[in-house]
Structure formats: structure tokens, C-alpha cells
């Protein structure tokens, strides 16, 4: 977040003095100064490669300095066998199965719609400003500080404020399950403790006060005062800061064991709806006012905050199922549970076909005759009488469609 408001107002001021080639001219000496530290100092710190940091590694695999003198703890010598991993098709697809998780996927939903809510309000600042304000290159540039002053806020303010609530709920849970003040609680050795009730204690008056800020966001831009939109600014960026943190430090409590693979969910999810949203809001600004599309995606907010009272109650249940189950399937197993698992249930076409047939043929029968029961003595041997014998037991032994669709199922 930090960067996304600090860039701005940087380009603005390379932009003013500088023209604007000047940005990519920045951009290319700051890349290439990062690419030289990371040259020269970077360690290799995969443990399928490094070990525990003390396997003499490749020349390649090291950094320019550390080959010109290894370090005194590298003693062992490498064996690429057994060591170090191929990447798979398995490997690259297992952070997906982390979508299969209800309390999981729920929170990273949540985080997404807030991140692109804020990226929206972040991307279309400088035209705003520019439309409504005639603000110049520079001062549009500078109207970014109160987002990175709300960003900076919204970071120490979110950490005493988890650090706060997670002591608290542990002081009662302990109290509840007489439990002694000094033994520390653990999800993997309690797994009933609330970390969701810990984690979103707050959550809901910052979540309210987020989209109400990006309401009067919108709708300050018509005012006179540019003081308005700015403080509406911060305190989005204030809001949305504290949001994305807990929803993260939540999704990472909730699996401390794959911290790299729930970051890169994480950061798919989010820069993919990110992404959307900024694509979709040229399109709203074309057809409503300017404080109207604000609304939408402040709505749309408002639309994912079940999610929330829904982690609250089901939570901890959500959590003992999960790890109540014994049975480990495989992943290609689980990824074939998330993305057609609904399919797993139909019946195939021969037992449709079966099921089907009979009413194809007696559809029309069915309908006449379905509910009466049948003429065994209709007073004379006429050929009509007779079919209409025989239609009436054979509509009788027709299922309903309701019938049919219980067997199917």
C-alpha cells in the first residue's frame, strides 16, 4: 500500500521538473541498483537447496561475494539428487488447493473486494483531482500524502490493535479451559481457540467506517473545498490499510505451515481482481457520476461483509472438521473436489436415458390418465375401451417426475 501512494507522489515531481521520460529514465537506474545489491548479496535461502545454511552450495547458486569467500559454516557439499527439487505441475497447482478451504477462501474474497476498492479509488485520483480541481502535475503528485500519511497510520494503529485483541481473547480463553496465565495457546495444540474472534474483534467499525469513507469520497469530489476528497483519501487508505492487514495476519494464522503458498493465493487473488476492477472503471465513469461509481464498488464492499459474521460463528467449526478428518487424499484428488466436485453426483447419460424413455413415449398419456385408477370393468368389449384400459395401467406404473429426479439423484 505504502507504495502505491509514495510512487505518485514522486512521479509527480520527476514529471514536473524533469518531463516525463524522466520516470522510466528513475525507474531503469533504481531497477538496475536493486539487481546489483542482489547480485552481490543475496544468499540462497531454499531449504530443498541451502539446507539449514550449512551445505557448501554451487558457484551459481551463490552470490558474487560469497564465491570469492564461502562462508566458515558451509562444511557439507551439495547433492543436487537428493537436495534440490524439480519444479512439477503438482508443485506449481498445490497453493490453488487452499482455495478448497471455506474459511480461507472466504477471507481472501473479502481482502480482494476491499483491495480493489482501495486500488480504484488510488488509480483514479489524479484524474479526478486534475478534472475537478485543475490541479498541476506536481500538486496532483503531493495530493497523494494524506493516502501514504493514512497508510503509515493504518499500520502501527492495526498492530497495536491485533496485539490487543489477541491477548485479550487468550486471557479468556485460558480462563475459560482453566488454563495457567504463563502456558502459551497454540492453534496446533488448541484447536478450539477463537483466532477468528481474535483476529476480527474490530474489524466490523473499521470495515463500516471504510465504506463510508469511499462513499464520501465520491461524492466530496463535486465540492469546492479540495480539502473534502483529500480527507476522505486518508482515512480510505486508513481503512483499507488496516483491513488487508488483519485479513492477512488472519489468513496466516489460519495456515502458519504454508506461508509462501497462502502469500502467493493472496497476491493472485488480489492484483487479478485489482486488475478487473481498474478495467471496469473507465466503463462505470462513462455511464454514471462520479460519486455513483465510488458507491458500486463501496456496495460491493458492503455485498462480502457477511463473510465476516459468518467467520466469527462458524470459524472455529469450519477449523476442528477440517482437521478432524483422517483421511488425506492426494492433491490431485482435492483439486478434482474443488473444481468438479459438483459434477461428481449427476447419473450418466445411459441412466438418464433409462429414466427417461418411459415418460418420452407415454408423456401424453401420462398427462390424461396420470392420478386415475384403472377401469377394470368398463361394460362392453369395444376396441376403444380396451385402449383405454390398457392406457390407464399404463399411465398407473409411469413414475412422476419427481420420482425420476429423487432416482437420478
Not at 360 to 387: A, I, V
Amino acid at each position: 500500500m505504502l507504495g502505491h501512494v509514495i510512487s505518485p507522489v514522486l512521479g509527480g515531481v520527476l514529471t514536473q521538473f524533469f518531463g516525463f521520460r524522466s520516470i522510466f529514465w528513475f525507474q531503469l537506474a533504481l531497477g538496475s541498483l536493486a539487481l546489483v545489491f542482489v547480485t552481490l548479496f543475496l544468499p540462497e535461502t531454499l531449504r530443498n537447496i541451502a539446507g539449514n545454511g550449512t551445505i557448501r552450495l554451487k558457484p551459481y547458486q551463490q552470490p558474487l561475494l560469497a564465491c570469492v569467500k564461502s562462508s566458515p559454516d558451509a562444511r557439507f557439499n551439495s547433492n543436487p539428487e537428493t537436495i534440490t527439487l524439480p519444479p512439477t505441475f503438482i508443485s506449481f497447482v498445490e497453493p490453488l488447493d487452499l482455495l478448497s478451504h471455506m474459511d480461507i477462501l472466504g477471507s481472501i474474497i473479502f481482502g480482494a473486494i476491499a483491495f480493489a476498492t482501495v486500488v480504484v479509488v488510488i488509480a483514479t485520483t489524479a484524474l479526478c483531482l486534475e478534472t475537478y480541481y485543475r490541479l498541476s502535475t506536481l500538486l496532483v503528485g503531493l495530493a497523494f500524502l494524506p493516502s501514504a500519511a493514512g497508510t503509515i497510520l493504518g499500520f502501527f494503529f492495526i498492530s497495536y490493535l491485533l496485539d490487543r485483541d489477541y491477548k485479550f481473547i487468550e486471557t479468556r480463553y485460558k480462563t475459560t479451559h482453566n488454563i495457567e496465565e504463563d502456558t502459551t495457546v497454540s492453534l496446533k495444540h488448541n484447536s478450539d481457540f477463537p483466532i477468528e474472534r481474535a483476529r476480527l474483534r474490530n474489524i466490523w467499525w473499521i470495515t463500516f467506517s471504510f465504506i463510508g469513507a469511499t462513499i464520501g469520497y465520491g461524492f466530496s469530489l463535486s465540492t469546492k473545498h479540495i480539502a473534502i476528497p483529500l480527507v476522505m483519501q486518508f482515512l480510505v487508505a486508513f481503512g483499507a490499510t488496516t483491513i488487508l492487514l488483519a485479513n492477512g495476519v488472519l489468513i496466516a494464522d489460519l495456515c502458519p505451515e504454508n506461508l509462501a503458498s497462502v502469500t502467493a493465493v493472496i497476491n493472485l487473488v488480489r492484483f487479478c481482481m485489482g486488475a478487473l476492477a481498474v478495467g471496469v472503471v473507465q466503463l462505470l465513469f462513462d455511464r454514471l457520476d462520479d460519486g455513483f461509481v465510488f458507491l458500486v464498488f463501496a456496495m460491493a464492499t458492503l455485498a462480502v461483509t457477511p463473510i465476516l459474521v459468518m467467520q466469527w460463528m462458524f470459524g472455529v467449526k469450519w477449523r476442528i472438521a477440517k482437521r478432524s478428518s483422517s483421511e488425506k487424499r492426494p492433491l490431485l484428488d482435492r483439486l478434482r473436489v474443488l473444481l468438479v466436485g459438483s459434477f461428481d453426483r449427476l447419473p450418466s447419460w445411459g441412466n438418464i436415458w433409462g429414466k427417461l424413455s418411459i415418460k418420452r413415449f407415454s408423456s401424453k398419456l401420462w398427462k390424461s390418465f396420470r392420478g386415475r385408477p384403472p377401469s377394470r370393468d368398463l361394460g362392453g368389449d369395444t376396441w376403444g375401451k380396451n385402449l383405454l384400459l390398457r392406457a390407464q395401467s399404463l399411465c398407473s406404473r409411469v413414475p412422476s417426475p419427481r420420482e425420476i429426479w429423487g432416482k437420478v439423484r
